[in-house]
């Protein structure tokens, strides 16, 4: 096997063109995970116009691109999958069967660790003892959204009714519905935009939005519109007012949540959750495979979900001094946060704080 390093810049059209067909194949191969847009060329092209330290690693067997793994390289050597943090799926993309030594491939891209926080199913030759395995929801609509809406109502009967009832009663209280599953609108985004931030800020969380690049990192992906990853703006209208939004990624089989926001003056209504239904609803009309909620514990998840994949957090090490560094730094952080998360005991007080800390700096 024989393994470049390239600049994202680099690849060739057919380099991309090989990577793009592999993912168009994922589904049928028994791989639709590889076939998420964040796992896209596109995806990786943009992070590098927004980010330094970008690189492809292209594995190549009898002269044949086999593999993609997109990365970001600090200074020392030390590796994370790219857009950690932001991505729901990372990994390397292959043909069916490739094989491939993880330390191998670390040792060509200069690495000493390679971390990755949402690392896709099928990826054994990265998972070693430090790695710890999380739920992904996902709404199958592969067949079709009525056969999705009556598993939903068998599942979660309450959930549905009373999101379908607020869908009715929106509808007659501020104005006839209106879902626009690929909205082009630039000033919709923006509103999106700025419902998230205060979202985020109302409820004691960081503002990813208050990072200039990932503001530029969004707006070049709303205009980005390949077969392995497309920008996809939805909102609801009530009337002509918009009062619900969703910015996410597609692939020809996959719909990758990334972030929905709403108008809190109709939280009442929930328009939130009767957006998701409309998307799914346009999801299975396009007939897409699935709609990916993304790792974490959400009521609304819970609800609306068919079944869950499985993604990965952790890193691979190879013996470098600046792997032992690195995981002694990140390692309790992790461990803290996910452990966090996964007691509810722990979890409710923190959330709880952190909006009380988010009113008082809101006013609100």
Not at 177 to 204: C, F, I, N
Request: hydrophobic residues 40%; glycine residues 10%; contains cysteine.
């Amino acid at each position: 096997m024989e393994i470049t390093v390239h600049r994202p810049g680099e690849l060739t059209g057919a380099e991309r063109d090989a990577w793009a067909e592999m993912q168009a194949g994922a589904r049928a191969a028994g791989a639709p995970q590889l076939a998420n847009p964040f796992l896209s060329p596109a995806f990786a092209l943009a992070v590098g116009r927004c980010r330094s330290g970008v690189r492809i690693a292209v594995l190549r067997e009898d002269g044949r691109p086999a593999g993609f793994l997109p990365f970001q390289r600090s200074a020392l050597g030390v590796g994370r999958a790219i857009g950690l943090g932001l991505s729901d799926a990372q990994g390397l993309v292959h043909r069916p069967g490739l094989r491939w030594d993880a330390r191998e491939l670390l040792r060509a891209c200069g690495l000493s660790v390679l971390e990755f926080d949402h690392l896709v199913a099928g990826q054994d030759a990265f998972e070693t003892r430090s790695f710890g395995r999380f739920a992904s929801p996902v709404i199958e609509v592969d067949q079709g959204f009525e056969a999705y809406l009556a598993g939903l109502r068998a599942r979660s009967p309450k959930f549905a009714r009373t999101t379908l009832a607020k869908e009715r009663r929106l509808g007659r209280d501020v104005g006839p519905l209106r879902h626009v599953h690929d909205e082009r609108d630039p000033a919709a985004l923006r509103t999106l935009l700025r419902w998230k931030s205060a979202q985020y800020r109302r409820t004691g969380r960081g503002d990813r939005f208050a990072h200039p690049w990932i503001v530029r990192l969004v707006q070049q992906l709303f205009h980005t519109r390949t077969e392995s990853c497309t920008g996809l703006l939805s909102v609801l209208y009530a009337g002509e007012r918009p009062v619900a939004a969703h910015f996410g990624l597609r692939s020809d089989s996959v719909l990758a949540c990334w972030f929905p926001a709403y108008d809190p003056h109709f939280a009442k209504y929930s328009p939130g959750l009767v957006l998701h239904l409309g998307m799914a609803r346009a999801a299975a009309a396009e007939s897409l495979g699935y709609l990916d909620l993304g790792r974490g514990a959400k009521d609304y998840k819970d609800s609306f979900k068919t079944r869950e994949l499985t993604v990965s957090e952790g890193w691979v090490m190879r013996r470098h001094p600046a792997a032992p560094v690195h995981w002694a730094r990140r390692a309790p952080v992790r461990a803290l946060r996910n452990a966090v998360l996964a007691r509810p005991e722990w979890f409710e007080p923190a959330d709880r704080l952190l909006k009380r800390v988010g009113r008082l700096r809101t006013g609100r």
